[in-house]
């Protein structure tokens, strides 16, 4: 027992005494336990406290947090952005309504250029009509001053003079005075600019050609063509057959009178450029008496080359009653409408032996209205039309319904059309072309019809003998009126 007695107090002192531990006591009773107790954190000091003192993960889970907040304020931007941009951007624009006046091109050639444009523009609707040319000048200078006239219109490159109150300058924000001259010929540059504002954007060039009949020259025995005005002369007598009493069969050339030769008063206009002069106010000149003579003696005996008694020129040359023709190159399209089967040879004019090649610029131009509400809009649509691909569309389209559309008014477009049987000498002459009001069939019942009539009175008083000088001074006298009539200095 004793043994055992001892065991049993031996065991007792080896196990863990366990006291009993009341609830009130047990926070007291952990101060025990060996952990680090924790951090007070005082509430007046809670101003203090940041996410500094956070632990690592939080401050991961934080970053993360502030990035998805920035990425989705982004992405909300943005979509507010394309919804604005697919939906609000058409709303928000002004309807826009222009009229267009045209006078050569049928609708189906400039309307697929116009639905191009509004479908790029939905805001614009543009109504293309094409107007009569008779009285046209009139009608758009009246309808304009009663706001009743065309946003956009054609009008001729010598028309600018009598369109001063219609006319509205190209703004340089639409298109600078550099961008212009970069882009355009010399002559549009030069008929076009008053002051130090361009008054139109042309989509064309043209001007006097000379238009041959190959077989004509074939059956003459003739294998070149003329050059020069040395030239001209040296060939005529051989192109020109005549009966037995004198009376012309087949002409060489159409030159000298007026009532039967279309565009006599550009022909004799070529002659005065020709022969120094690029404006009208020298025609009591040494210079244009010449050019004067030279037009009449194609005409005049001994030679009688052409003649009253003969057909209008572009009806002549057309039955082939004549062998060459000085014309604008649009004519081309009505004597190949006419006769199709006629073949001709379409070169620059012949020049003075010597002398550089000038020709005389007959041509039309895009205008804007200052009468109209949206010239901003008339002007943005003018210049799509003048953009590259577009003029060459606008050529493709006119191709389609006639032999050829107009001579591209761009400079970087030249080498396009240079080699065209009909055009190439349009572009050919481009860099040498000079403006006079003598351009006939403009029907603008003003400048060039005014003074193509003391012209016209000039060359028939010759036909009864007045002299070339007289003819000229008297002529001279009724053009000055015409210049001070609408405020030209010429």
Not at 197 to 202: A, D, E, F, K, R
């Amino acid at each position: 027992m004793d043994d055992n007695n001892q065991n049993s107090q031996q065991n007792q002192q080896e196990k863990p005494i366990f006291e009993t531990v009341s609830v009130d006591q047990e926070s007291n009773a952990n101060i025990g336990i060996e952990e680090a107790p924790e951090e007070y954190v005082d509430p007046k000091q809670t101003n203090n406290y940041s996410y500094n003192n956070l632990p690592p993960i939080f401050q991961e889970n934080k970053n993360q947090y502030f990035l998805i907040i920035f990425i989705g304020v982004i992405l909300f931007f943005l979509f507010l952005f394309l919804i604005k941009s697919l939906f609000g951007k058409n709303k928000s624009l002004k309807p826009v309504n222009l009229i267009y006046w045209g006078l050569w091109e049928d609708k189906q050639i400039i309307q697929p250029l116009i639905d191009e444009y509004q479908q790029k523009n939905s805001n614009v609707k543009i109504e293309y009509i094409k107007m009569s040319p008779e009285n046209y000048r009139d009608k758009l200078i009246a309808r304009s001053k009663l706001n009743q006239g065309p946003d956009i219109f054609r009008f001729h490159n010598t028309w600018v003079p009598e369109l001063k109150e219609v006319l509205a300058p190209l703004p340089k924000q639409i298109m600078s005075n550099s961008d212009f001259e970069k882009i355009f010929y010399k002559i549009h540059q030069k008929d076009l600019k008053v002051g130090n504002y361009y008054y139109g954007i042309p989509l064309m060039i043209d001007g006097l050609v000379l238009v041959c009949n190959q077989d004509l020259f074939k059956k003459a025995g003739i294998d070149f063509y003329p050059s020069t005005w040395d030239d001209v002369s040296n060939i005529v007598p051989k192109l020109t057959v005549k009966d037995i009493n004198g009376n012309i069969i087949t002409s060489g050339i159409a030159i000298g009178t007026t009532n039967n030769l279309e565009h006599f008063s550009d022909i004799f206009g070529l002659f005065l450029i020709q022969n120094g002069l690029d404006n009208l106010n020298q025609l009591k000149s040494k210079e244009a008496s010449e050019a004067l003579k030279t037009f009449r003696r194609f005409s005049e005996p001994p030679n009688n080359f052409w003649s009253e008694e003969m057909p209008n020129s572009i009806n002549a040359f057309v039955q082939e009653k004549v062998a060459m023709i000085i014309v604008p190159s649009w004519q081309i399209l009505t004597i190949k409408s006419i006769n199709p089967e006629l073949k001709i040879k379409v070169i620059n004019v012949p020049i003075i032996p010597g002398s550089d090649l000038v020709s005389l610029a007959n041509y039309w131009v895009e205008g804007v209205s200052r009468y109209s509400k949206n010239q901003i809009e008339a002007w943005k649509f003018i210049k799509f039309l003048s953009e590259k691909e577009n003029l060459t569309k606008l050529y493709e389209i006119a191709s389609r319904f006639r032999l050829f559309g107009f001579a591209y008014s761009r400079v970087d477009l030249k080498n396009i059309l240079i080699q065209n049987e009909y055009l190439g000498s349009v572009l050919k002459q481009s860099d040498n072309y000079i403006s006079l009001p003598l351009i006939s069939r403009t029907f603008d019942n003003g400048l060039n019809d005014e003074i193509i009539r003391y012209i016209e009175n000039a060359i028939n008083s010759t036909i009864q003998g007045v002299s070339y000088d007289e003819a000229l001074k008297t002529a001279d006298q009724g053009i000055k009126q015409v210049f001070t009539k609408y405020n030209i200095n010429y």
